[in-house]
């Protein structure tokens, strides 16, 4: 997921080479080998329009569509219908508190990680058991959280029987959105420690050294250095985390299967149910408002991303 | 004067040595870096807790159904003779896991590499092209992808037939953020460029330099990419529950509705391996920078 921050920073090095390496002028190109060259490219182009463009488009345009194939707006205005909203809403609440705990979570641990040797094996170990568990979404995890705090589970029985605490005593929710809290956090904390961690590389020792001989304190070097430094990376980290858990849907889907709870959920049971008239194209539409989203979201985050990039060089 | 300070006098030949830690301890003082003790409490606190899911899981599959007692059946029973007919559906849904996995890697490396390197010399411009393209998939998630992959696998499987390694060709692309990051960093730490032109001065022609040049300097960045591509397929639900494929998560969900603990040591199976796997990245990773120097 952490791709967006993988740095250029040959992007220079590449076009210097290039302007002074003017193979061009050594070995002039025919214009039959240049264009063998982009024939390299077409089954690559070919690939990625058929099973990517080709399907995005597709899902987003089927929305408006009726089921008879003339063109309308009523799945659109449809998003609009106080249902889908709600949907959008839980989506919105779940992403947004999963993504600031796993942003939080995730800072602390890679504020511990500080000062460990950069390919060491702690290092090693937890960024691949980071890498692990931001991957380990899915049917996996929720068996997981039902083996822990099912109606059986481990901690609930734990806590049941030794300290007399009943998790479910309002009811069993981890069926419901609230139960995907803690089964999202245990897939955001790792990405935020992928995501993060390389960021913390940014800063210097030099600059506490820099603070400290000038007499800051341990608060200010945090407050007026670390912190200005960092906050691009972490709002950046925390809209990731954010379309991370809005776009989830393998968890919920093996947790909660009565109902639709969150919108993800909601294209599963449009696509599903053809019994119900026009509820496939619903689905498009649901996969326009979902893709809105994201672009908004990913933006925001390429946008901090490149205020990232300038300090970590 | 000599002779007090003859006993420091040794102290500099040792300082080298020494200097790391000190600085260390220095950015520790000044807050810079939390203290060994504060490091091992975030650690192991936020590591014990997630360990609690996995320990549950262990736990879960030695339970004696709701008898409240312990029992081994559940992992002796997948040693019996009876077990590959038991589970056929299962391990049907693993095969199918891995040749979906072994035909996207294929994928990856027909399509994405050669055109990753393809770029790389000849077209610097379309970097940022491709680069785009490739993280596409994280703005288009697989939920949003599926809505229009069922038109197109209506197609695909009218020309290529039903088989589930067909679903491969969508999670070619939902690897490649995963498998172009992968790559890319390797390409950027070796000298293409340079290692080409030299090749070619000798007389190798191009397929010459891609295959006994490049592939060997960019082993690390296409084992990697394969790695996580196989983590990925392993893990993926989304596209197969929905396009009705059966993969080793879709019929895990369907096994754990008739024998839970069967599904959950399936399931913890697949995370040591996914884990041995990704650590195997790390260390292909971070060995990487020493031996690129020589």
Redesign the interface.
């Known amino acids: 997921m952490s791709l967006a921050t993988a740095p250029a920073p040959e992007q220079d090095g590449v076009e210097l080479t290039a302007r002074h390496h003017p193979r061009v002028a050594l070995v002039k190109p025919s214009n039959r080998r240049r264009r063998l060259a982009y024939a390299g490219l077409t089954p690559f182009a070919a690939y990625v329009l058929i099973f990517l463009a080709l399907p995005t488009i597709l899902a987003v345009v089927t929305g408006f569509f009726s089921d008879d194939g003339s063109l309308t707006f009523d799945n659109i205005t449809g998003l609009f219908t106080p249902t889908i909203l709600a949907t959008f809403g839980s989506s919105f609440w779940l992403s947004g508190v999963t993504a600031v705990i796993g942003a939080v979570v995730g800072a602390l641990i890679c504020y511990a990680m500080l000062g460990t040797k950069v390919g060491g094996l702690l290092r090693t170990i937890i960024e691949s058991a980071a890498s692990v568990l931001a991957q380990f979404g899915g049917v996996m995890l929720a068996f997981a959280f039902i083996a822990t705090i099912g109606v059986q589970g481990l901690v609930t029985v734990i806590l049941r029987d030794t300290f007399g605490v009943d998790i479910f005593a309002d009811g069993v929710w981890l069926y419901q959105v609230p139960g995907l809290i803690l089964p999202y956090v245990y897939f955001q904390v790792p990405l935020m420690v992928i995501t993060f961690l390389p960021a913390l590389t940014a800063l210097r020792p030099q600059w506490a050294e820099a603070s400290a001989t000038l007499g800051g304190t341990r608060f200010a070097y945090w407050r007026y250095i670390a912190a200005p430094v960092l906050a691009p990376a972490f709002l950046g980290s925390l809209l990731l985390l954010f379309a991370n858990a809005f776009s989830s849907f393998a968890t919920a889907a093996a947790l909660i299967s009565q109902g639709s709870q969150i919108v993800p959920l909601q294209i599963r049971a449009a696509l599903v149910s053809e019994t119900v008239l026009g509820r496939e194209n619903m689905a498009g539409a649901l996969a326009l408002g979902m893709i809105v989203v994201m672009v908004v979201v990913m933006w925001a985050y390429s946008v901090l991303q490149a205020r990232t990039s300038r300090w970590q060089k | 004067m000599a002779a007090p300070l003859s006993p420091v006098e040794p102290a500099p030949a040792s300082a080298p040595a020494e200097r790391r830690p000190k600085?260390?301890n220095?950015?520790?003082r000044?807050?810079?870096?939390?203290s060994t003790v504060?490091?091992r409490l975030?650690?192991g606190i936020?590591g014990g807790i997630?360990l609690?899911?996995?320990?549950?899981?262990i736990?879960?599959t030695f339970r004696n159904g709701?008898a409240g007692d312990y029992t081994t059946s559940h992992w002796t029973g997948l040693f019996t003779e009876d077990s590959a007919r038991t589970y056929r559906g299962l391990y049907q849904a693993i095969e199918n896991s891995l040749v979906l996995a072994a035909v996207t890697v294929a994928?990856v490396l027909?399509?994405?590499l050669?055109?990753m390197v393809?770029?790389h010399m000849?077209?610097?411009r379309?970097?940022r092209t491709l680069?785009f393209?490739?993280?596409?998939?994280?703005?288009?998630?697989?939920?949003?992808?599926?809505?229009?992959?069922?038109?197109?696998y209506s197609v695909v499987v009218q020309v290529l037939g039903g088989s589930t390694w067909t679903l491969a060709?969508?999670y070619?692309?939902t690897v490649?953020?995963?498998a172009?990051?992968a790559i890319?960093?390797n390409l950027?730490a070796i000298p293409v460029?340079?290692l080409s032109?030299a090749a070619s001065t000798l007389g190798a022609g191009w397929l010459t330099v891609l295959w006994t040049i490049l592939l060997p300097n960019l082993r690390r960045g296409v084992l990697a990419a394969s790695f996580?591509s196989i983590?990925?397929v392993l893990?993926?639900?989304?596209i197969a529950?929905?396009l009705n494929r059966r993969n080793l998560?879709?019929a895990?969900?369907q096994v754990?509705q008739s024998d839970?603990w069967v599904?959950?040591i399936f399931?913890l199976a697949?995370?040591a391996l996914?884990?041995i796997l990704?650590?195997i990245?790390?260390?292909l990773?971070?060995?990487t920078?020493s031996r690129r120097k020589s």
Do not use: H, N
Request: one cysteine or more; aromatic letters at 8%; a neutral charge.
């Open positions: 600085s260390a220095q950015a520790v000044i807050g810079a870096e939390p504060a490091r975030i650690l936020i997630f609690i899911p996995v320990i549950a899981m736990e879960f709701l994928i027909v399509l994405l050669p055109t393809l770029v000849q077209f610097p379309l970097k680069e393209i490739c993280i596409i998939p994280i703005t288009v998630p697989a939920i949003v992808l599926v809505v229009g992959l069922a038109p197109v060709f969508a070619g692309i490649l953020p995963y172009y990051r890319q960093g950027d460029k340079t032109e996580i983590a990925v893990g993926e639900f989304t529950s929905l998560q879709t895990l969900l754990s839970p599904a959950v399931a697949a995370l996914a884990f990704l650590l990245i790390g260390r990773g971070s060995a920078p």
